[in-house]
C-alpha cells in the first residue's frame, strides 16, 4: 500500500510561472519530507527537505510548505526554468528510521 | 568520490536467467539501499543495510529476490530466476545520516 502519494503523474507549466507539485502521506508517524528530482538516465538527486516542526522551508526558487493536519505537502518553484523539466519524487520517513518511502513521481515540463 | 556507482547500466535478458546487479556505495557511508522503480508503484524499497548487515529486506517481492553485501564497498541483488515483470529500474543508494545518494540505475529488461 502506497504510504506516499502524487496523484498528479504530470504537470506542463510556462517558462516564469509558478510550478506547484503536491503530495500526500497516510503515515502520521511520519516527520521528515523531501523531495529529490530525476532527470533521464541518472538516479534520483536530492533537492530540498522539511522536518515536521515547520511548515515551510526555502531555498532559492525552492519552497516546501507542509501541512501536517492534512497529511500534505508541496513543492513550489518560482520562476520556473526548462532545465527544471524532470520527474519529481516525494518522500518521507520516521525520526530514527533509516529507509525513505516514495511516491510515484510527477513529471514535471517547463515550457519555453 | 565518483558516487554510487551501479553496473550493468542496461540488461537484457530471457525469461528465466540468473541476473545480477552490482553497486560500490559512497565510501564512508554505512547505510546501503535497493530500490525498484517502476510506473505503478514509483521508488519502491527493496531492502537495505546497515555496516553490511541487511535491516529490513520486507521489500523484497519473492524468494527469486537476494541481496548481499560481503564488504563495505560492493553489494549485489540478484534474480533467479527472473521473469518478464522484473522489467524495472533497479536504484543502489547510500547514506551516511539523511539524504540519500543515488546511483545512475540498472535499466532491465527480462523478455
Known amino acids: 500500500d502506497q504510504q506516499v502519494k502524487q496523484n498528479s503523474p504530470s504537470l506542463s507549466v510556462q517558462e516564469g510561472r509558478i510550478s506547484i507539485l503536491n503530495c500526500d502521506y497516510t503515515?502520521?508517524?511520519?516527520?521528515?519530507f523531501l523531495w529529490y528530482k530525476k532527470y533521464p538516465a541518472e538516479g534520483p538527486t536530492f533537492l530540498i527537505s522539511?522536518?515536521?516542526?515547520?511548515d515551510k522551508n526555502e531555498d532559492g526558487r525552492f519552497t516546501v510548505f507542509l501541512n501536517k493536519s492534512a497529511k500534505h505537502l508541496s513543492l513550489h518553484i518560482v520562476p520556473s526554468q526548462p532545465g527544471d523539466s524532470a520527474v519529481y519524487f516525494c518522500a518521507a520517513s520516521e525520526t530514527g528510521a533509516n529507509n525513505l518511502f516514495f511516491g510515484t513521481g510527477t513529471r514535471l515540463t517547463v515550457i519555453p | 568520490d565518483a558516487g554510487v556507482i551501479q553496473s550493468p547500466r542496461h540488461e537484457v535478458t530471457e525469461m528465466g536467467q540468473e541476473v545480477t546487479l552490482r553497486c560500490k556505495p559512497i565510501s564512508g557511508h554505512d547505510y546501503l539501499f535497493w530500490y525498484r522503480q517502476t510506473m505503478m508503484r514509483g521508488l519502491e524499497l527493496l531492502i537495505y543495510?546497515?555496516?553490511?548487515?541487511?535491516?529490513?529486506d520486507s521489500g523484497m517481492p519473492e524468494d527469486r529476490f537476494s541481496a548481499k553485501m560481503p564488504n563495505a564497498s560492493f553489494s549485489t541483488l540478484k534474480i533467479q530466476p527472473s521473469e518478464p515483470r522484473d522489467s524495472a529500474v533497479y536504484f543502489c543508494a547510500s547514506s551516511l545520516v539523511g539524504e540519500l545518494f543515488f546511483g545512475e540505475g540498472s535499466r532491465l529488461t527480462v523478455l
Open positions: 522539511i522536518s515536521s516542526i515547520k
Open positions: 503515515n502520521s508517524m511520519f516527520d521528515y
Open positions: 543495510f546497515n555496516n553490511n548487515v541487511p535491516i529490513d
